[in-house]
């Protein structure tokens, strides 16, 4: 993988992780387009996820504070539920990566035409909720679950993990803003699991090149920032219809072309 190549997976990679349109199923077509075999960037992926984790904790850092803060009261307040909900909503995630991680990972396999109908998929999703009526809400430890129940789906390429998370969210009833920050808060504790598990087995190539990793990070990072801050402003607007045209319209030509 040379340094362009790994601008562009980075871009895609932190423009689609908050935009509803699924990282994992971009960066198989972004892969199999470029002609890079999957087996051979696990330190690249890391990266880049790290990458938006990082772009998370800047746009929300405030937030998380207040949410640490209160915590440490040792008593239960709004933050200590806030972070009791956030831990709930990981244990489907979690349940999956433990027991099911060869299944997930027999996925990325490069089949092109399994992203196209999974996209297809976010599409009706993000097209129902985009009409869901808000009956400004609170998210609740049941919807937290629930939520986390298709945070679990979206380990699959091509279900997008803002997409079906916000769109779940919405369909519960829950309020706008509070659903898009859920959404992207609930994501730092599985990606940060799986990037120490993938570390801790090994799996990182300690003498990968430099520049394209620096060039990916920094790259899914700035993209990442900006598409998160973004899509806080979308889902506030309710304008989820233009990203499932997108996302039908990249599925079918995906399913066409695979």
């Not at 087996?39 to 790290?50: A, K, P, W």
């Not at 008593?75 to 991680?101: D, K």
């Not at 985009?130 to 979206?154: C, D, H, P, V």
Request: with cysteine.
């Amino acid at each position: 993988m040379n340094a362009l190549e790994a601008l562009l997976l980075g871009l895609i990679q932190g423009l689609t992780e908050f935009l509803p349109v699924s990282s994992s199923g971009h960066l198989e077509l972004g892969k199999a387009i470029l002609g890079i075999e999957v087996t051979e960037n696990i330190t690249f992926t890391v990266v880049v996820h790290g990458a938006t984790v990082l772009s998370t904790l800047v746009v929300f850092w405030q937030e998380i504070i207040k949410l640490l803060k209160g915590s440490l009261s040792l008593q239960m307040n709004e933050s200590s539920h806030y972070i009791s909900r956030l831990l709930i909503s990981a244990i489907p995630v979690v349940i999956a990566g433990l027991f099911l991680e060869d299944y997930i990972e027999s996925f990325f396999s490069g089949d092109i035409q399994f992203v196209g109908f999974m996209l297809i998929i976010t599409a009706i999703l993000l097209a129902f909720s985009n009409y869901a009526k808000s009956r400004e809400k609170n998210i609740t430890y049941r919807n937290a679950f629930i939520i986390g129940l298709a945070q679990m789906f979206a380990v699959l390429p091509g279900i997008s993990r803002s997409g079906s998370t916000i769109a779940t969210g919405l369909l519960l009833g829950n309020k706008r803003g509070e659903v898009a920050q859920f959404s992207f808060l609930m994501v730092l504790l599985p990606i940060i699991g799986a990037n120490l598990l993938t570390i801790l087995k090994g799996e990182i190539n300690a003498n990968a090149d430099l520049l394209p990793l620096i060039v990916g990070f920094v790259g899914a990072f700035v993209s990442g920032w900006i598409a998160c801050k973004w899509m806080i402003s979308i889902v506030k607007k309710g304008k989820l219809i233009y990203f499932a045209i997108y996302c039908f319209a990249i599925g079918t030509i995906a399913i066409i072309l695979g």
